[in-house]
């Protein structure tokens, strides 16, 4: 099918883009890589009025260090956050996300704004940012602000973005040297997306107990969310594979799984306690073999 018909307009920068958005209202719509954005236009499940492309916006591209976080660009590319030596180095859990998304093509056009902005329930990026912590930047007419990823995803398709602001860059603290991380993806295999995702940052203390673990899951529900009790249950605790696989089993507590054609609500509630349980386990493995 194809899409409706639309204007399209280039910004030349972030505040051109947000006066963009202003003058149409509810018509505009901010086009990056468009790999979201497109196949719900040719599904008519998105009919905007004027295509804003902010594809060549020099300052949303990139990573850098800014403060003592690392800042990615908005427009930074799949591809470029799975294979930036300081993301690698610095937050390997991103970095092997990204590399997990969908296909080559995918990776060399879609965006990491473009995704988080996007906010798909099957989207990888979610896993990692909760896990990580990261800071999303949002610029509007009323300026800039920081919106913490775990306050960023609302429900299906739905952010914390007003419809007049642009998704400017996403920062993250550095992660405690010797820290353990790990990303376990159950893929759909024709597209690539998140049937289940499970991101997980661990911090061992000297004495090889827990003094930090933070978990992400995408895939499972409408929405990701951090896995708080099976953080609380773990934190203080020595990471012995029974006592995980215990406190995974509390991972989907109060969480309303999808039953969808990609899986029943009960399937994808046992892929989030195994995968969570792996997460976990390797992120360990990892912390050991980092030397802390
Ligand atoms: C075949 C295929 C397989 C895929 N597989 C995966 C997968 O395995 N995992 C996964 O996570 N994703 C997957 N995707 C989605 C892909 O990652 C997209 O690149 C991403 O979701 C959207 O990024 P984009 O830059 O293409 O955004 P666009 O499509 O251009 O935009 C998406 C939405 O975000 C808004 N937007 C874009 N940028 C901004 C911004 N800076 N500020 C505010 N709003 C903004 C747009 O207005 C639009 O509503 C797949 C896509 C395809 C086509």
């Known amino acids: 099918m194809n899409s409706s018909t639309f204007d399209y307009k280039r910004a030349a920068t972030v505040d051109d883009a947000i006066a963009l958005l202003q003058e149409h209202g509810d018509g505009g719509k901010l086009i990056a890589g468009g790999h979201s954005l497109l196949p719900i236009m040719k599904l008519r499940l998105a009919e905007p009025d004027v295509l804003i492309d902010i594809g060549r916006i020099a300052e949303l591209r990139g990573v850098r260090r800014d403060a003592g976080e690392i800042a990615i660009g908005a427009l930074t590319t799949h591809h470029q956050v799975a294979t930036d030596p300081e993301v690698r180095s610095t937050i390997p859990l991103l970095a092997d996300t990204a590399s997990r998304v969908g296909d080559r093509q ?22 990692a940012v909760l896990a990580l912590d990261a800071t999303i930047v949002a610029r509007g007419p009323r300026g800039e602000r920081r919106i913490p990823a775990r306050e960023f995803f609302l429900d299906f398709l739905t952010t914390a973005l007003e419809p007049d602001e642009v998704l400017t860059a996403v920062h993250i603290s550095e992660p ?41 899951v995408t895939g499972t529900a409408a929405v990701a969310w951090r896995a708080e009790a099976t953080e609380a249950a773990l934190r203080g605790q020595q990471l012995e594979p029974g006592a995980v696989a215990a406190a995974a089993e509390l991972v989907d507590d109060g969480i309303d799984a999808l039953d969808d054609l990609h899986g029943s609500a009960e399937y994808r509630r046992r892929v989030t306690r195994g995968l969570t349980r792996r997460a976990i386990l390797e992120a360990v493995e990892r912390t050991h073999s980092r030397g802390s």
């Open 176 to 216: 405690a040297a010797g820290h353990g991380w790990s990303y376990q993806k159950l893929a759909n295999q024709a597209s690539g997306y998140a049937i289940v995702g499970v991101g997980a940052i661990v911090v061992l203390d000297a004495s090889g107990v827990c003094a930090d673990l933070r978990i992400g």
């Open 106 to 127: 995918v990776r060399n056009r879609g965006t990491i704004g473009g995704a988080l902005a996007h906010a798909d329930a099957a989207s990888d990026y979610p896993a």
